[in-house]
């Protein structure tokens, strides 16, 4: 069975400051999401990374993906409040699903 | 606008009672999903639906209900039998473009609690 890790669980970062977020999975697959979703609120897409060695980039978060490790990282560049969410990494499962991860829950700092 | 409708936005169920949730879509998609979203975790699914008149179990569809009569609607009951059933329920569609690009579409969610 497929399993979707997420760490760190909670980050606290300061503005300015950069970071990374990673997600590991546990059995073959080659569509990773980012999706964010703010408290009270729906989820957003991020980023579909589709084949090994996927990179994309939006605004001040970049997503790659690493097949042979099934590690994707999204990582955060000069973080500002507005990107204050939970992220959330997920596969592919079976064709039939896609399984989260636990979420990110990120705070920025002035 | 296409979207996905949730409905209603906040629900309250009385012990032993049957409550329904409603998902709407008019994006044309042909598969969609009900997850479930306990506080601090994330999302697990409770039903899967990829054409009209048929869906599948998910991880946790014990004491819930599904039906997928119209390729539009994808209603979900929560029966009495669901003994903890508050949470943060996303009804989702999917777009896919390819073989190997789909993209999930959410709906705004329903909270339900407890009574």
């Known amino acids: 069975e497929l399993k979707v890790e997420q760490n760190p669980l909670f980050l606290s970062m300061q503005e300015g400051k950069n970071y990374t977020i990673y997600c590991n999975y546990s059995?073959?697959?080659?569509?990773l999401y980012w999706y964010r979703q703010d408290p009270g609120k729906s989820l957003e897409s991020l980023f579909v990374?589709?084949?090994?060695?996927a990179v994309k980039q939006e605004g001040r978060l970049m997503a790659s993906l690493d097949t042979k490790a099934r590690l994707s990282t999204l990582h955060i560049t000069a973080a500002v409040h507005d990107l204050s969410a939970t992220y959330f990494c997920?596969?592919?499962?079976?064709?039939?699903?896609?399984?989260f991860g636990a979420g990110t829950r990120l705070t920025v700092k002035p | 606008d296409g979207g996905i409708t949730q409905s209603p936005k906040y629900l309250f169920r009385k012990e032993g009672q049957n409550v329904t949730l409603s998902c709407e879509q008019n994006?044309?998609?042909?598969?969609m999903y009900w997850y479930r979203q306990d506080p601090g975790q994330g999302l697990r699914l409770i039903y899967y639906?990829?054409?009209?008149?048929?869906?599948q179990k998910g991880d946790i569809a014990e004491g819930y209900s599904v039906s997928r009569e119209k390729k539009e609607s994808f209603p979900l009951t929560v029966t009495s039998a669901q003994k903890n059933p508050t949470a943060f329920y996303l009804c989702?569609?999917?777009?896919?473009?390819?073989?190997?690009?789909?993209?999930?579409?959410f709906g705004s969610g329903t909270q339900l609690s407890v009574l």
């Open positions: 059995t073959t697959s080659d569509r």
């Open positions: 989702a569609s999917i777009r896919r473009t390819g073989a190997t690009n789909e993209k999930l579409f």
């Open positions: 997920a596969v592919w499962y079976n064709n039939n699903d896609m399984r």
């Open positions: 994006l044309n998609h042909d598969a």
């Open positions: 990374l589709l084949s090994n060695g």
């Open positions: 639906s990829q054409i009209v008149n048929d869906f």
